[in-house]
Every structure is written in structure tokens, then in C-alpha cells.
């Protein structure tokens, strides 16, 4: 039995991680933390969890964290997991971060686009935790960086046609995101009077998730790959649905195109390529850890088209991360993640 702590336990994807957690038959949840909440019970902050958790919240304390947990999810903003990382790992602790602080191979790069005033990882090595590219690595690391929302959506739609080489290595990306992917923390622009009904860009040109994109791509396409990164916050709860447009390097028929899709992910559980001629909807994959893929070829232009959805709340952030907790300790990777999208 796998005993789990989960800090910051009272955000969306902390919240998350416990509804997961709790029907999953290798896991105990033995340690929650929340800034806010100390001394209530789960249950009591998030009625939705009564009858499936009712642990206390606590304080963050390290030395609780080491005597009780074989892995800790850090569901926290960016900057502390990188605090507690080596002290966890020296403890025998593995860590799967949700925030941003392990998932650069430069930290320079996380330097410039986070603020650290921290100079470099230290003496903890880290593996980038996008299970479909680095499964091996993830089975063998003490500190996964758990991809951001967008990344996911974007590295899944362009793996196979970056390996294959038959695009071009300047992409434009169009992403839209639910409201949940701003995060817990009231925000003016989060209001519902200011979001419903409406559909806005945002950090354009400038998102943080543009250098982690850049360096994943990169190395799927064994050169330095560029995106033109465009976010926009749509009036829904969950969900994201990227479109990626890429001049393709040479003539390929949609048959053709659909088949390297195909054959690339033909065993991955979570990552679906959609029939020639359908397209992926956000309400398909909602409250699951599954990847839905469209493709379509602008003939005109010679554009490849990939279209791809994710639930920003599981694939892209606390399913994903329990999808590399039962890599790491050797369970069967979509234990407690064999859920159906619910629709409507």
C-alpha cells in the first residue's frame, strides 16, 4: 500500500487528486496540508468528499510529511515544493510536483519565466512527467515535474507528426481553456460576470507555459522548435482544446497521416486518435484522464491541422501526476484513472 500526502489540499487540483485517490485500491491517503483550513476535515471544506475522505487538514511539516508518506503530491504555486525536494528525496520520499519548479532542464529558463532567486536545482534530478514520451525515466525518478495543462495538449497532438519529421519546426498554437485553470484564488478577471458569456485571450505571446513547450518539441524534433502560443479563457468550468496548424514538409494524404497517429499511440490507454473526419470536443474527455486527437490537411496551404482535448483538472494536472505515481511504484499506470467522461 502506497501512502500518499498531498500539500495544498484545498486547491482545485489538490481537491482533484483526493476524488482520484479515494478509489484507488493501492493507495492510502495518510497527509493533507492546507494553509488555510488547518485543523478541519477534508470533508468539511468540500462536502462533494463526504463518505470518501475525511482526513484532517494540517499544517505543512516536513518532518510529518517523511514519517507518514512514501509519496507526496505537490499541489502548491511555484517555488515550494523546490524547497522541501532534497530533504524528501534524502528521506526516501518521492515527490510528483504540480507546479512548475522541476519541469525545465535549464533552470535558467525556469529562472527567467518563474523569478526564482534560486540559482539551480541543487544535487535533485528530476524527469519531466509526461508519461507517453518518458515512461522509462519516470520509472526510475525520486521527482517527477508534473507537465503543465496546456503542454500536455499541445506535446500529445504534435508527438507523432514531430518524431516523423514532416512538419516544419515553427507552430502556432490556439488553445482554450476553462476557468478552473486560473486556479482557487478569487481574481477579478475569474468572476462569473466578467467570464460568462465571453471569450478572451490572454498572456499572449507571453505565457509561461511557452518555454516548456519549446523545450519538449525540441526534442521530440531533434532541433530547435519554436510555437507562436496564443491562450484563451473561455466561459466553462474544466476542459482545454488545443489547435495546432504546421506547414508540413511534403505531400501526405490524411490516410497516411492517420495511420503514423495511430500506429505512434496504438498503446496508450489514455490517448485516443479519432476517426478520419472527427473532431475532438472538450465535453468528450470531461472529468477523465483521456486525450481525444483530430487531425484534418489544409491542401491548400499544405497546413497539417491537429486538434486535441484534455480535461485541464486530470490529464492535464492531478491524473496525469497519479498516472506517473503508479509508474514510479510499479502499479498497473491507469489504476484509479479508469474513469468514463461524464456527458452531457
Known amino acids: 500500500m502506497v501512502r500518499v500526502g498531498i500539500l495544498g489540499a484545498t486547491g482545485y487540483t489538490g481537491v482533484e487528486l483526493i476524488r482520484i485517490l479515494s478509489n484507488h485500491e493501492d493507495v492510502q491517503i495518510k497527509y493533507l496540508s492546507s494553509q488555510n483550513f488547518n ?16 482526513a484532517e487538514l494540517h499544517e505543512l511539516k516536513i518532518d510529518d510529511i517523511v514519517e507518514n508518506c512514501d509519496v507526496v503530491f505537490a499541489a502548491l504555486p511555484s517555488g515550494y515544493a523546490m524547497n522541501i525536494a532534497e530533504k524528501l528525496c534524502s528521506s526516501g520520499v518521492k515527490l510528483i510536483d504540480l507546479g512548475a ?40 525518478a525520486m521527482v517527477v515535474g508534473n507537465p503543465g495543462c496546456y503542454p500536455t495538449s499541445v506535446i500529445l497532438g504534435l508527438a507523432p507528426a514531430l518524431k516523423s519529421g514532416m512538419i516544419e519546426s515553427h507552430i502556432i498554437v490556439d488553445s482554450k481553456s476553462g476557468i478552473s485553470g486560473a486556479g ?7 468572476m462569473y460576470a466578467e467570464c460568462n458569456e465571453s471569450i478572451k485571450p490572454y498572456n499572449v505571446a507571453n505565457h509561461r507555459h511557452i518555454p516548456e513547450i519549446e523545450q519538449e518539441l525540441s526534442k521530440l524534433n531533434f532541433e530547435d522548435t519554436k510555437v507562436v502560443f496564443t491562450p484563451h479563457l473561455t466561459p466553462m468550468t474544466r476542459g482545454i482544446l488545443s489547435t495546432m496548424y504546421c506547414k508540413l514538409k511534403k505531400d501526405i494524404s490524411i490516410e497516411n497521416l492517420h495511420d503514423i497517429y495511430s500506429q505512434f499511440y496504438k498503446d496508450e490507454y489514455f490517448v485516443k486518435v479519432l476517426n478520419i473526419g472527427e473532431y475532438p470536443s472538450t465535453k468528450s474527455v470531461y472529468s477523465s484522464n483521456f486525450c481525444h486527437i483530430g487531425l484534418e490537411i489544409d491542401k491548400r496551404s499544405n497546413t497539417l491541422i491537429v486538434m486535441s482535448s484534455i480535461d485541464n483538472l486530470v490529464k492535464g494536472a492531478s491524473g496525469q501526476a497519479v498516472q506517473n505515481m503508479n509508474i514510479m511504484f510499479g502499479i498497473d499506470e491507469n489504476k484509479g484513472l479508469k474513469m468514463v467522461p461524464v456527458f452531457p
Not at 39 to 54: N, P, Q, T
Not at 108 to 124: A, F, H, I, L, T
Request: hydrophobic share 25%.
Open 39 to 54: 485543523g478541519k476535515k477534508i470533508e468539511d471544506v468540500y462536502h462533494s468528499l463526504k463518505g470518501f475522505c475525511d
Open 101 to 140: 519548479d522541476f519541469r525545465f532542464d535549464d533552470f535558467n529558463m525556469y529562472k527567467e519565466w518563474y523569478g526564482s532567486d534560486k540559482n539551480d536545482y541543487g544535487s535533485v534530478s528530476r524527469v519531466y512527467g509526461l508519461p507517453e514520451i518518458h515512461r522509462q525515466e519516470i520509472k526510475k
Open 184 to 190: 482557487h484564488s478569487p481574481k477579478l478577471g475569474n
